[in-house]
């Protein structure tokens, strides 16, 4: 007696992750052409937005993924972006080869930061993270031959993209250039989420103890999760200082830390899309909300924060996806 398989049984999990890719792309290089349009004159700022997306977005991989609490996550943006500036003075000007450097120098600065930070839990992982942070900011300012010290890193002038681009003072193509690179980084990223590493670092984060007794080796994965991580918030801080030039004491300081947090907060942990959208929705709202009120803008960031967490605790991206589930039920269900 021979069994049967019903091909239609087998869950096309490859078909699907492709599909979900392709919608991927699909929506950032639609966001990315509305900015274009919406934004033509202020490129700038979006290009500022995206370079913090990268470090938003790093920030989910070790705390929406693996549960750590860190407020010095800022260190392996403002390193990586250091890093490429430097290369760029030495000669290496070649913007592909400028974000090359800045996932080295953010993978290995999260290493360092990841077997510090990751061997506790709770408030003593928070301050040592909190001390970290403040470690690298004081090397940046102390080592100005390095990194400019107060005055900032500047002089930094990459060469056309692929030899042909310029990165004009408009922001056209410096801007296109990160869209490009931030669609790629998350295709692969949403691609990595789904894989095993991704799925058994959410374990630990559920449930550390149960992890520890199925065998699983918490500490190590914890650390390499904090290297790509770190390599994430370096592709964010080389393109920061191939479009801007200038590199201060701010992309280090413990504010980009926790306005990172707060961006992470408003769309939400755990999922990637979470962290860009927050990080978008959150530059937004400042940028008008200063420009309307300069000296008050930030009592209404406290209000949207308070709003966001007694309505929305699992931020704004979760509670959507939620709720649109919940609709979906219901239809079934009829």
């Known amino acids: 007696m ?45 290009i500022r937005v995206i370079g913090l997306a990268f470090l938003v977005i790093s920030l989910d991989l070790v705390t929406g993924y693996c549960g750590v609490a860190t407020l010095g996550h800022a260190a392996l943006f403002g390193v990586a972006a250091y890093a490429a500036g430097n290369a760029c003075l030495a000669g290496i000007t070649d913007p592909i080869l400028m974000i090359l450097v800045g996932i080295v120098a953010g993978a290995c600065t999260g290493l360092v930061s990841g077997l510090l930070v990751t061997r506790f839990r709770g408030l003593p992982q928070l301050v040592l993270s909190i001390a970290f942070g403040q470690l690298i900011a004081a090397l940046a300012n102390k080592l100005s031959s390095i990194t400019g010290g107060s005055d900032g890193l500047a002089g ?36 990595f989420a789904r ?67 707060i961006m992470l907060i408003l769309g939400g942990a755990g999922k990637l899309w979470g962290a860009l959208i927050g990080a978008i929705l959150f ?12 000296f008050h803008w930030m009592i209404m960031v406290g209000v949207l924060l308070i709003v966001v967490v007694l309505f929305f605790p699992k931020g704004l991206v979760n509670e959507v996806g939620r709720r649109v589930g919940d609709l979906r039920r219901a239809r079934a269900a009829k």
Request: glycine fraction near 8%; proline fraction near 5%.
């Open 2 to 46: 021979t069994a049967s398989v019903s091909i239609e049984a087998v869950p096309p999990r490859a078909t699907s992750g492709l599909r979900n890719d392709a919608l991927a792309a699909v929506a950032i290089a639609a966001l990315g052409a509305i900015g274009y349009f919406v934004y033509p004159d202020d490129l700038a700022f979006l």
């Open 156 to 191: 930094i002038s990459p060469t056309p993209i692929f030899g042909v681009f310029n990165f004009d003072m408009f922001g056209r193509n410096g801007y296109i250039f990160s869209v490009a690179v931030l669609l790629v980084t998350m295709v692969v990223l949403l691609r």
């Open 195 to 261: 894989s095993p590493f991704a799925l058994m670092c959410r374990a630990i984060k559920d449930d550390t103890l149960r992890a520890r007794m199925i065998g699983v080796a918490v500490f190590p994965r914890l650390v390499v999760m904090y290297c790509i991580a770190g390599a994430v918030a370096g592709i964010g801080g080389a393109l920061t200082a191939i479009n801007t030039g200038v590199i201060g004491l701010d992309s280090v300081g413990f504010e980009r830390s926790a306005e990172a947090l």
């Open 283 to 294: 530059e937004l709202f400042a940028h008008y909300v200063s420009a309307a009120s300069p």
